[in-house]
C-alpha cells in the first residue's frame, strides 16, 4: 500500500518507517523541518515538508500524495510543552482526517494513549470508559472522535513508551527526574510497552477493524514495583516512599491485541525498561 506517515520523525516514527519499507509498502513522511527530509530519505521514505496545523497545505499535500492508508503519530513532546501537545491533538487530527477525507482516503491508524481509564483494579478493557476528570482528556477524547470519522478509523491507545529516545531512556526525562529523587513509590499504576513494540502494532494495524485497541505489555506495574528496579539500574539515590498514598490509575488489558495477532517483542518491562536502564558495559 501506499502510507503517509505523520509525524514520520517522531519517537514512534523513526521506529516505523524501517518496518512499513521492510513489509512493501511505499512510505510517504511528514515532518516541519527542510532538514529532516534526508533523515527520512535514509530510512526508505519520501518526505513531505507540511506543518499539520496548516490545514490548506496539508489538504493539498494528501492530495498529491494520494496515499491509501494515514498513519497518525504527531506528538509535540520533545519539550514537555502539554498545551502545544493537546493543541496538535485537537486541531491537526482534525486537519488530518478533513484532509484525509477530501482525498477520499478511508483508512487511519492513530496514536492515542492507555492511561485515561476510570480508576480500578482490574485490568481496562477498550470498552471502559475514560475518566474526564483526568488531563488530556478532552485532547484524547477530541482525537479519537476525529479519528471516527473516517471510515475505518483505528485507533491505538499506548501505554508508557520506554526505548530509545524516550522520557525513560538512560538520558530521558523521567530519568533525569528519577536522579534528582523526584519520584517516589505510590500504588500508581502504569502500563509500559517499547518503541518497537509500539511500531509493531502500527504496522499490524493496518488490517484491523475500526475502533480502539490497547497497545501494552503483559505486566502493568504500579511505581512500587517498577520504579525501584529501574532506580538501581539507573544508580540513582533510592526513592522516597509516601505513607498513605491512595492507589490512582488503572492496570491495561491487551488481550484485544493479542487476540488481533500482536504479541510484543518485550512481554515485560522487566526484560525491557530495565535492562535499557542500565549503563553499558
Same mark, same amino acid.
Given at each position: 500500500?501506499?502510507?503517509? !506517515?505523520?509525524?514520520?520523525?517522531?519517537?514512534?516514527?523513526?521506529?516505523?518507517?524501517?518496518?512499513?519499507?521492510?513489509?512493501?509498502?511505499?512510505?510517504?513522511?511528514?515532518?516541519?523541518?527542510?532538514?529532516?527530509?534526508?533523515?527520512?530519505?535514509?530510512?526508505?521514505?519520501?518526505?513531505?515538508?507540511?506543518?499539520?496545523?496548516?490545514?490548506?497545505?496539508?489538504?493539498?499535500?494528501?492530495?498529491?500524495?494520494?496515499?491509501?492508508?494515514?498513519?497518525?503519530?504527531?506528538?509535540?513532546?520533545?519539550?514537555?510543552?502539554?498545551?502545544?501537545?493537546?493543541?496538535?491533538?485537537?486541531?491537526?487530527?482534525?486537519?488530518?482526517?478533513?484532509?484525509?477525507?477530501?482525498?477520499?482516503?478511508?483508512?487511519?491508524?492513530?496514536?492515542?494513549?492507555?492511561?485515561?481509564?476510570?480508576?480500578?483494579?482490574?485490568?481496562?478493557?477498550?470498552?471502559?470508559?475514560?475518566?474526564?476528570?483526568?488531563?488530556?482528556?478532552?485532547?484524547?477524547?477530541?482525537?479519537?472522535?476525529?479519528?471516527?470519522?473516517?471510515?475505518?478509523?483505528?485507533?491505538?491507545?499506548?501505554?508508557?513508551?520506554?526505548?530509545?529516545?524516550?522520557?525513560?531512556?538512560?538520558?530521558?526525562?523521567?530519568?533525569?527526574?528519577?536522579?534528582?529523587?523526584?519520584?517516589? !513509590?505510590?500504588?500508581?499504576?502504569?502500563?509500559?510497552?517499547?518503541?518497537?513494540?509500539?511500531?509493531?502494532?502500527?504496522?499490524?494495524?493496518?488490517?484491523?477493524?475500526?475502533?480502539?485497541?490497547?497497545?501494552?505489555?503483559?505486566?502493568?506495574?504500579?511505581?512500587?514495583?517498577? !520504579?525501584?528496579?529501574?532506580?538501581?539500574?539507573?544508580?540513582?539515590?533510592?526513592?522516597?516512599?509516601?505513607?498513605?498514598?491512595?492507589?490512582?490509575?488503572?492496570?491495561?488489558?491487551?488481550?484485544?491485541?493479542?487476540?488481533?495477532?500482536?504479541?510484543?517483542?518485550?512481554?515485560?518491562?522487566?526484560?525491557?525498561?530495565?535492562?535499557?536502564?542500565?549503563?553499558?558495559?
Amino acid at each position: 500500500m501506499k502510507i503517509l !506517515l505523520a509525524g514520520a520523525t517522531g519517537v514512534i516514527g523513526r521506529a516505523l518507517v524501517p518496518l512499513l519499507v521492510e513489509a512493501g509498502h511505499e512510505v510517504s513522511g511528514t515532518t516541519r523541518h527542510r532538514a529532516k527530509g534526508k533523515f527520512l530519505e535514509g530510512l526508505g521514505a519520501h518526505p513531505v515538508i507540511v506543518d499539520v496545523l496548516d490545514a490548506k497545505r496539508l489538504r493539498k499535500a494528501v492530495k498529491a500524495e494520494r496515499p491509501d492508508v494515514i498513519v497518525h503519530q504527531l506528538t509535540d513532546l520533545s519539550n514537555e510543552d502539554f498545551a502545544a501537545n493537546g493543541a496538535l491533538r485537537i486541531e491537526g487530527t482534525r486537519n488530518l482526517v478533513d484532509a484525509a477525507l477530501a482525498a477520499n482516503v478511508e483508512t487511519m491508524v492513530a496514536q492515542s494513549i492507555a492511561w485515561l481509564y476510570t480508576r480500578g483494579e482490574e485490568p481496562a478493557v477498550e470498552t471502559d470508559a475514560l475518566d474526564p476528570a483526568l488531563q488530556p482528556y478532552k485532547s484524547i477524547a477530541s482525537l479519537e472522535q476525529e479519528v471516527a470519522r473516517m471510515p475505518r478509523g483505528v485507533i491505538l491507545r499506548y501505554g508508557a513508551f520506554y526505548g530509545p529516545g524516550t522520557w525513560y531512556a538512560p538520558d530521558g526525562a523521567i530519568a533525569d527526574r528519577v536522579r534528582r529523587g523526584e519520584l517516589a !513509590l505510590t500504588p500508581a499504576w502504569t502500563s509500559f510497552v517499547h518503541v518497537e513494540d509500539a511500531a509493531a502494532a502500527a504496522v499490524a494495524a493496518l488490517g484491523w477493524e475500526p475502533g480502539p485497541v490497547n497497545i501494552v505489555d503483559d505486566e502493568p506495574a504500579t511505581f512500587q514495583q517498577w !520504579l525501584p528496579p529501574y532506580v538501581e539500574a539507573l544508580g540513582a539515590p533510592a526513592p522516597r516512599s509516601i505513607r498513605h498514598a491512595a492507589a490512582t490509575g488503572r492496570p491495561v488489558s491487551n488481550v484485544k491485541a493479542r487476540q488481533l495477532g500482536w504479541k510484543p517483542q518485550y512481554p515485560t518491562w522487566r526484560t525491557g525498561l530495565i535492562a535499557e536502564a542500565a549503563p553499558a558495559e
